[in-house]
T-cell receptor, first 112, second 114 residues
Framework: SQTIHQWPATLVQPVGSPLSLECTVEGTSNPNLYWYRQAAGRGLQLLFYSVGIGQISSEVPQNLSASRPQDRQFILSSKKLLLSDSGFYLC???????????FGQGTRLTVV | QKEVEQNSGPLSVPEGAIASLNCTYSDRGSQSFFWYRQYSGKSPELIMFIYSNGDKEDGRFTAQLNKASQYVSLLIRDSQPSDSATYLCAVNLGRGSTLGRLYFGRGTQLTVWP
């Protein structure tokens, strides 16, 4: 069966520090991978989407970047965090073009 | 950003009642529709998906889709306190450059009281 791992579960980082969140998927090949952010009082916002290794689409301009160095690995990064980067970050995967996405457990990031 | 709107709530119903959650979407080309449940502090979990106009039933849950009206709903029958959560509507455009991208509404918070 497919599983998705996302870590860490919680993170407190100072403003201006770098960020690296990692997500890996097991039990499937060539998944679509997503990074979402859920800020307080707001819905799930799609940040990045990837259909394959090295292929990244950005949904909104922001202080973040994403990379996909391996088929089942998706990384979210920032060189310098802002207060507004705080939120609940969720990695998700799907297979095919028209199907549901399954979420990891999420990382709650607080920038102080 | 693709618009997905949900009734803002919060919605409060007694145990055993029917809870009705609504969602509208702006892109007429949307292909597939999903309902997720999210407990506080947790990640969303899929409840149902629907692709075709009409109703789809799964246990106590019924999803309804009307593409002409760009409307999708979720009915929860015999609501239980354990159904108390935020319900997220999601839309997949399923075509072209946005194939596979899933867009979410802000969610409706449901409370089922004993």
């Amino acid at each position: 069966s497919q599983t998705i791992h996302q870590w860490p579960a919680t993170l407190v980082q100072p403003v201006g520090s770098p960020l690296s969140l990692e997500c890996t998927v097991e039990g499937t090949s060539n998944p679509n991978l997503y990074w979402y952010r859920q800020a307080a009082g707001r819905g799930l916002q799609l940040l990045f989407y990837s259909v394959g290794i090295g292929q990244i689409s950005s949904e909104v301009p922001q202080n973040l970047s994403a990379s996909r160095p391996q088929d089942r690995q998706f990384i979210l990064s920032s060189k310098k965090l802002l207060l507004s980067d705080s939120g609940f970050y969720l990695c998700a995967w799907s297979v095919g073009g028209n199907t549901e996405a399954f979420f990891g457990q999420g990382t709650r990031l607080t920038v102080v | 950003q693709k618009e997905v709107e949900q009734n803002s709530g919060p919605l409060s119903v007694p145990e055993g009642a029917i809870a009705s959650l609504n969602c509208t979407y702006s892109d007429r080309g949307s292909q597939s529709f999903f309902w997720y449940r999210q407990y506080s502090g947790k990640s969303p979990e899929l409840i149902m998906f629907i692709y075709s106009n009409g109703d789809k039933e799964d246990g106590r849950f019924t999803a309804q889709l009307n593409k002409a009206s760009q409307y999708v709903s979720l009915l929860i029958r015999d609501s239980q306190p354990s159904d108390s959560a935020t319900y997220l509507c999601a839309v997949n455009l399923g075509r072209g450059s946005t194939l596979g991208r899933l867009y979410f509404g802000r969610g409706t918070q449901l409370t089922v009281w004993p």
